[in-house]
Structures are given as C-alpha cells and as structure tokens.
C-alpha cells in the first residue's frame, strides 16, 4: 500500500509560482510518479511525470517550459515547481504512483492523493 499526501496549493495571480509537494509512503515500487490535474467539468489530464531510477521527465505540452517536476528519493517526495502560472492551470492538482508503461495515461497509476487546489486569478 503507497500512501500519497499533497500540499503546496493555493491562491495566486497570473504569471506567479507556486511549488505543490507529493510525500510517498509505504511500499513505493512504482516505475513513474505523475502530477494530473482536473478543473471543474474537465476530465484528469496528465501534467507530468518522472522516472524514479533514471529521473527522467516528461511533460504535456501546455506546460513545457513553466512546470518543472523533480524528485528527492532519500524523501520519497516528487515536487512540481509552477512558474507563469495562467488561469487556465486552474484545477485540482493530483499525484499519482504506478508501475505502467505509458506515464500519460491515468489508469496506468495505482495509487492517487487526494490532491490539492490551485487557483489562479486574472
């Protein structure tokens, strides 16, 4: 059983950052540990993931470039630094362990925080 706790959601005005943790614990086996979001009336979409060997990353378009997602494995705690933030990154931020092949796909992941807010004003 992986336990995966988020934090670091919040208010902020376009183009500010903001820096989302994801703490991992238990039997953490996974291959990827990937960031989704979901707005409201929007299904999950996937942000980005990273290799926990190699740490290798991979990112969806809309975001390459402002989103940077790295990891501490002595922590067991995946980040994703936020920068230019734009209204449209509005959503509910989750994170996510699985042992898949295709980091983009939701149903790839096993285990899932219960995420956290981000809100970003115009």
């Known amino acids: 059983q992986v336990l995966l706790v988020e934090s670091g959601g919040g208010l902020v005005q376009t183009g500010g950052s903001l820096r989302l943790s994801c703490a991992a614990s238990?039997?953490?086996?996974?291959?990827?540990m990937g960031w989704f979001r979901q707005a409201p009336g929007k299904e999950r979409e996937f942000v980005a993931a990273?290799?926990?060997?190699?740490?290798?990353?991979y990112y969806t378009d809309s975001v390459k470039g402002r989103f940077t997602i790295s990891r501490d494995n002595a922590k067991n705690t995946v980040y994703l630094q936020m920068n230019s933030l734009k209204p449209e990154d509005t959503a509910v931020y989750y994170c996510?362990?699985?042992?898949?092949?295709?980091?983009?796909?939701?149903?790839?992941?096993?285990?899932w925080g219960r995420g956290t807010q981000v809100t970003v004003s115009s």
């Open positions: 996510a362990a699985g042992s898949g092949i295709n980091y983009s796909r939701s149903q790839e992941y096993v285990y």
């Open positions: 238990g039997r953490t086996f996974s291959t990827y």
């Open positions: 990273i290799a926990w060997v190699t740490g290798s990353t």
